[in-house]
């Protein structure tokens, strides 16, 4: 869909990248690395100063004591991350859950590791009103059962977990030779007052996890590439063991500088649910007037639209009519899933400036 809106000179809100600039000290900060000697190859599971401060981060906000030495890896952003722990986790004949819509890199990954992939869909595709089904998760379970992949905050969606979930989640995985792989990319970017419930926070799911973040999303620049992993100690040696030969490690002077930032500004994140939430009301509130429907996204930077008023095409279809027609980009919820949902969905994303989020939204009112 970027490419498409590129040749129709379309206005971009499918593919998820913000269009702005990270903070300027940071930047100075990657410079400063950059001309004093950091461009060399890092240590395999990151720079030192970089796992120090993440262990410290997660400390603070989920209380969980990660040992930066043998806990905490620095990944080429999250997509390697995930990667790199499913094909450390998952064997031939194996059998790997995912939460449809699923992000489109947990599949492939899955089938080269010889695995086979289950599909369980949300609830709520009918009306927007997404949730895990607990109950079918549990009844999906089985013997071949190696990993469950959850993505929460939820792209695209948007849902969030609550920490009843995480029970649900430690009720269903008890006594069953499993793992969890937990993309929380999106942790930092949760709205109306609510808390990210990451899997760091519960002892019983931690014992059995591996939770991939991203700076990407947390620092407005993903095309960086820079995430971790943190995970037990024995889990964190079979990621490592993967890691070392996808890509040996990550780049150097932008470690640096994530270690300066984060000890110098520890609270740098803070702001960012707010940012984001008033890009997403701003947003919606330009669609009031339009003949799209919506529920306000409870996380991330992307929205769902419903789009029944207005066609009943299939979702691809009405997405590639939208750039080309009307010069606005999304994408359609299809993608994500194994069986095509129940209703009329777009996902947007709206990590925009205004000018960009009002353009797109008085075409789609002309609708």
């Not at 950091?38 to 981060?57: C, D, F, H, S, T």
């Not at 489109?104 to 369980?120: F, I, K, N």
């Not at 419930?197 to 002892?203: A, C, N, T």
């Not at 520890?266 to 947003?283: M, Q």
Request: proline share 5%.
């Amino acid at each position: 869909m970027s490419q498409l809106a590129q040749d129709c000179d379309a206005i971009n809100l499918s593919q998820g990248f913000p269009s702005f600039d990270p903070d300027p000290r940071l930047l100075s900060l990657i410079d400063h690395h950059l001309r004093n000697g950091a461009n060399q190859y890092a240590p395999m599971p990151g720079v030192p100063a970089l796992r120090n401060e993440i262990a410290a981060k997660v400390e603070r906000l989920y209380g969980r004591n990660a040992n930066p030495d043998t806990e905490v890896t620095v990944c080429t952003g999250a997509t390697e991350g995930l990667f790199s722990a499913i094909m450390a986790i998952v064997r031939p004949g194996d059998e790997v859950i995912v939460l449809d819509p699923a992000y489109d890199s947990y599949e492939p990954a899955v089938t080269l590791a010889g695995g086979r992939t289950l599909h369980v869909p949300l609830n709520g595709m009918a009306n927007g009103d997404f949730g895990v089904d607990w109950q079918r998760l549990n009844d999906t379970v089985n013997d071949k059962t190696r990993l469950i992949i959850l993505n929460f905050p939820h792209n695209p969606t948007g849902a969030i977990l609550s920490a009843q979930d995480l029970d649900q989640l430690a009720d269903i995985v008890r006594d069953r030779a499993l793992y969890l792989l937990s993309d929380e990319v999106y942790e930092h970017i949760v709205f109306d007052g609510q808390a990210h419930q990451s899997l760091l926070r519960h002892d019983e799911l931690w014992e059995r996890s591996m939770v991939l973040s991203s700076f990407g999303k947390t620092c407005h620049a993903t095309g960086w590439k820079v995430g971790y992993c943190v995970a037990p100690a024995q889990l964190s040696a079979e990621f490592r063991k993967i890691h070392q030969f996808t890509c040996f490690s990550v780049v150097t002077p932008i470690q640096y500088a994530l270690a300066d930032f984060m000890r110098e500004q520890p609270e740098h994140y803070h702001g960012l649910s707010s940012f984001y939430e008033n890009k997403r009301d701003y947003f919606a509130g330009l669609l009031e007037d339009s003949s799209l429907t919506l529920r306000p996204a409870q996380s991330t930077f992307f929205q769902i639209v419903d789009y029944s008023a207005l066609s009943q095409e299939s979702d691809a279809d009405f997405a590639i009519r939208l750039t080309k027609e009307i010069g606005v980009a999304s994408i359609p919820i299809s993608v994500f899933c194994e069986t095509p949902p129940t209703g009329h969905f777009l996902r947007f994303c709206f990590a925009k400036d205004d000018a960009t989020l009002a353009e797109a939204a008085g075409r789609l009112c002309k609708l």
